[in-house]
Each structure stands twice: as C-alpha cells, then as structure tokens.
T-cell receptor
Framework: DQQVKQNSPSLSVQEGRISILNCDYT??????FLWYKKYPAEGPTFLIS?????DKNEDGRFTVFLNKSAKHLSLHIVPSQPGDSAVYFC??????????????FGTGTRLKVLA | ETGVTQSPTHLIKTRGQQVTLRCSSQ?????VSWYQQALGQGPQFIFQ???????GRGNFPPRFSGLQFPNYSSELNVNALELDDSALYLC?????????????FGPGTRLLVL
C-alpha cells in the first residue's frame, strides 16, 4: 500500500532549465509534506516543506506546489544546477489511527542536471 | 553543533541473529525517528521516540524495538533477523515530533543479513 508515489524514477534536465518533480498521495489525512534531497553515501537532507493549509511555498530556487483536490504536489527547481543532481524524496506526515505521528516517503526520483 | 552520527557504518549478520544499531542525535533534539531503506525504495518509517517514549510506529513487527537515552543517543534493536531485513537503516533527529519540525538524518548503517 504505497500511500506516497513518485512515478518518475529518473529525470534529466539541462542546466539552467526548470526541473519539475512530481508526487501523488492517497491519504487525505496527511497534514504536512516535505521534500528531501539525498546524495550517495549520505542521509537525506531536508529541502522544503508545505503545510496542507497552503498551496505554495517558495525558498530561493525551490518552490513546492500542493494541489489538495488532486492529492498532488510538485517541486520546481529554477534554474537547475549540476549540484542539484541527486535523488529527491517526497514525504508526507500525518496522524495514524492511534493518534501518533506517521511519516511516509515516496520511492524517490533521481534528478540529473546536465551541464 | 554536531550532526547526527550512526554506528556502525556497515554490518553483516546471519539469519536468526540479533543486531543493535546506534544513533547519536544533535544536541538538544528530543525526538529521534528510525527508518529502513531497502534498495531502490524510499525510507520506511519504523518508529519515533520522543523524550524516551515511543511516539509513533510504522508497519514493522515487534521484533523491531528501540530505546532512547537522556544523552540524545538511541538504539534500534532487531531480533530474529530475516534476509529481508537487509537494508540501509537511517535515524533522524528533530527538536520536536511533527512534520513541521526539520528532521536531520544520519548517514545510515548498511545491514546485510546472510
């Protein structure tokens, strides 16, 4: 039961162009969404997040969009740089039926920015 | 401010054995979460501890257990190891529970069960 899905396992983008990474979720109880970036041999690093009460959050070159009706979020990177090449995970947080937190990660999208 | 560290970096065990993985959180972080990341998959939430009490749990059997200590260190224990337990185990610390709190991940422990 994959509640958070990243349907594109990989994406290649030319340097300077926009990278768009997509994520779909199934559980409407999620109240917070996050994007993480992961380089090889390192743990994931927090990138940007969005609360379920917002539809957009921007931080420098990174913008996350949330479409609650479609249960879809996307990460836009503009302009893309070679150093952005990494695996990107989207994650959702919400309360389980027991009232405690639960965190669900997607399977990741490998972004390659070509110089 | 030191980052999140994990030990050991790599470990090989045989089926049926028990293993203890360790994590040292950032100083002042009262929350630690553990994740299992199988090859080609995203991290799967195992459980979270807040102030030494389990605060949330994913779909993992009871043979996965944890401890959190007052000195910001924590352990993940896995009993009766199975081949499918082979994965990268990540711990992440944060000030408080909740998605709005940034989680800081360690580099992980890679466990191989033969």
């Amino acid at each position: 039961d994959q509640q958070v899905k990243q349907n594109s396992p990989s994406l290649s983008v030319q340097e300077g162009r926009i990278s768009i990474l997509n994520c779909d979720y199934t559980n409407s109880m999620f109240d917070y969404f996050l994007w993480y970036k992961k380089y090889p041999a390192e743990g994931p690093t927090f990138l940007i997040s969005i609360s379920s009460i917002k539809d957009k959050n921007e931080d420098g070159r990174f913008t996350v969009f949330l479409n609650k009706s479609a249960k879809h979020l996307s990460l836009h990177i503009v302009p893309s740089q070679p150093g952005d090449s990494a695996v990107y995970f989207c994650a959702a947080q919400g309360f389980s039926t027991s009232g405690t937190y639960k965190y669900i990660f997607g399977t990741g999208t490998r972004l390659k920015v070509l110089a | 401010e030191t980052g999140v560290t994990q030990s050991p970096t790599h470990l090989i065990k045989t089926r049926g054995q028990q293993v203890t993985l360790r994590c040292s959180s950032q100083s002042g972080h009262n929350t630690v979460s553990w994740y299992q990341q199988a090859l080609g998959q995203g991290p799967q939430f195992i459980f979270q501890y807040y102030r030494e009490e389990e605060n949330g749990r994913g779909n993992f059997p009871p043979r996965f257990s944890g401890l959190q200590f007052p000195n910001y260190s924590s352990e993940l224990n896995v009993n009766a190891l199975e081949l499918d337990d082979s994965a990268l185990y990540l711990c992440a610390s944060s000030l408080l529970p909740g998605g709005q709190e940034t989680q800081y991940f360690g580099p992980g422990t890679r466990l191989l069960v033969l």
